[in-house]
């Protein structure tokens, strides 16, 4: 039964993959456009020419094809550059045409609205260069770095204190714990003005720590989802499910 119910569902997803695909190149005519690359393979397009080492694949793949080549991976076209010269005419050139990014499904978790709230997945527009003005001039300023001199030194010297005291008492100091708790206050009194750590506990820094750790491992691992968005209200990969806890915390 179950092996029957697949088959349907697969040959119904070739049948989509196959009409989407035509109607597609039919309205932009973009598969001409494209740099050459490997045929891709019916649904999943050339992800099984990645290998478990991308890069060592797409290294072997540009000789082959240039340095400058199209994969399509799932229902993702994808413009891979191996050329130094090419990336400089892209980044020199053409910066504003790739400076947008893809959202992985799993950065859905934190929210809906990434795409008008997040200056890290706003696509270049007006919104993001007027809340990246705002970054700039309010928190990354020459200004503001210099204005906050006193509270990088005061921190630097409660840092101090903290080594000298253990040292006092002959006690182990910890360096991972310690700089990772030093570096937490310079910039939650940057932006909230509080301290969220402290040298003589480990679970605010470890909770912290593993929730910056782990919301990056789901980030980063590839995602069905990703390649083929009919997907995504299945979570296959369980992404959102993973990430729910960290996110709503």
Not at 66 to 79: A, D, F, Q
Request: glycine letters at 4%; charged letters at 20%; one cysteine or more.
């Amino acid at each position: 039964m179950y092996s029957t119910m697949l088959f349907i569902l697969l040959s119904l997803f070739s049948l989509l993959y196959i009409f989407s695909t035509k109607w597609f190149n039919r309205k932009s005519g973009s598969s001409a456009q494209l740099p050459p690359g490997p045929y891709p393979i019916p649904i999943i397009g050339s992800i099984f020419k990645l290998g478990n080492k991308p890069h060592h694949s797409l290294a072997a793949l540009s000789k082959t094809y240039g340095p400058l080549m199209s994969l399509k991976l799932g229902s993702i076209t994808t413009i891979v550059v191996s050329s130094r010269e090419i990336v400089q005419e892209v980044f020199s050139t053409h910066d504003m045409s790739f400076s947008s990014r893809t959202i992985p499904y799993s950065a859905y978790s934190y929210t809906q609205d990434l795409k008008k709230n997040s200056i890290i997945w706003l696509p270049v527009g007006d919104k993001w260069q007027s809340m990246r003005k705002i970054l700039k001039e309010q928190l990354f300023s020459e200004r503001q770095l210099e204005a906050s001199q006193d509270l990088r030194t005061k921190k630097f010297q409660e840092l101090l204190n903290y080594v000298q005291d253990c040292s006092t008492i002959q006690k182990a100091v910890n360096i991972n714990h310690t700089a990772a708790t030093a570096t937490l206050n310079v910039l939650s009194n940057f932006i909230f003005s509080i301290d969220i750590a402290h040298y003589d506990s480990t679970s605010t820094n470890e909770q912290f720590r593993d929730l910056i750790l782990e919301t990056i491992k789901i980030g980063g691992t590839p995602n069905l989802a990703d390649f083929f968005p009919v997907l995504r209200h299945l979570d296959p990969n369980g992404s959102m499910k993973r990430s729910n806890p960290y996110t709503r915390s």
